[in-house]
């Protein structure tokens, strides 16, 4: 799986949106970027993942470059509850792939009041 | 709520002992994983079990076991406990039939060793 590169850490305002970017220069054809959060200690959490096109859900939308070298990951409204660990991985999806997680060491995202 | 469940939530014990940790999937998931975070070493993959049989293996040390039973519970074994094995084991699942990548954590244990 290819390797990721991440900022240590970020601030953000409340009720501003968070842009978290990640790299990932290595990336190959198949595979996909996924993004976790983990809060305080909790067992992390799902957030988005894609392949080339932008992704949006719920919490937030996923911006990949055309070269697909690069992406970001967008809350659109943080608040203090989105204080976290975010994690950007990168893996091959489908029954060629075990399945499992390989987690780096994340950004920090700290939401100030 | 994830629908992952992991007993004990906490747990003390002391060095040279041994533990077992538990995890429940969430109902119809297949596969489960054993993650281990602590504080200077990251989240770290420990192994993976699927329908009961090892799928992957990670940096899980020879003092650690796992295994899957026939209702998807998974078990954790950690003996000959050191200091160092002090963490929080984190426990995931997911359906696997497609591979997409998105794996449900339980709440983890913590286990301290003294």
């Known amino acids: 799986d290819a390797k990721t590169t991440q900022p240590t850490s970020m601030d953000c305002a409340e009720g501003r949106a968070a842009n978290l970017p990640c790299n990932h220069s290595?990336?190959?054809?198949?595979?996909?970027v996924y993004w976790y959060r983990q809060i305080h200690s909790q067992g992390p959490q799902y957030i988005i993942h894609g392949l080339k096109n932008n992704e949006t859900n719920e919490m937030a939308s996923l911006i990949i470059t055309e070269d697909r070298k690069s992406s970001t990951l967008i809350l659109p409204h943080a608040t203090l509850r989105d204080t976290a660990v975010y994690y950007c991985?990168?893996?091959?999806?489908?029954?060629?792939?075990?399945?499992?997680?390989?987690f780096g060491q994340g950004t920090t995202l700290q939401v100030k009041p | 709520d994830s629908g992952v469940t992991q007993t004990p939530k906490h747990l003390i014990t002391a060095t040279g002992q041994r533990v077992t940790l538990r995890c429940s999937p969430r109902s119809g998931d297949l596969s489960v994983y054993w993650y281990q975070q602590s504080l200077d070493q990251g989240l770290q993959f420990l192994i993976q079990y699927y329908n009961g049989e090892e799928r992957a293996k990670g940096n899980i040390l020879e003092r650690f076991s796992a295994q899957q039973f026939p209702d998807l519970h998974s078990e954790l074994n950690l003996s000959s406990l050191e200091l160092g094995d002090s963490a929080l084991y984190f426990c995931a699942s997911s359906v696997d039939k497609l591979n997409t990548g998105e794996l449900f954590f339980g709440e983890g244990s913590r286990l301290t060793v003294l």
């Open positions: 290595t990336i190959s054809g198949n595979e996909y």
């Open positions: 991985i990168v893996r091959v999806a489908g029954s060629s792939n075990t399945g499992k997680l390989i």
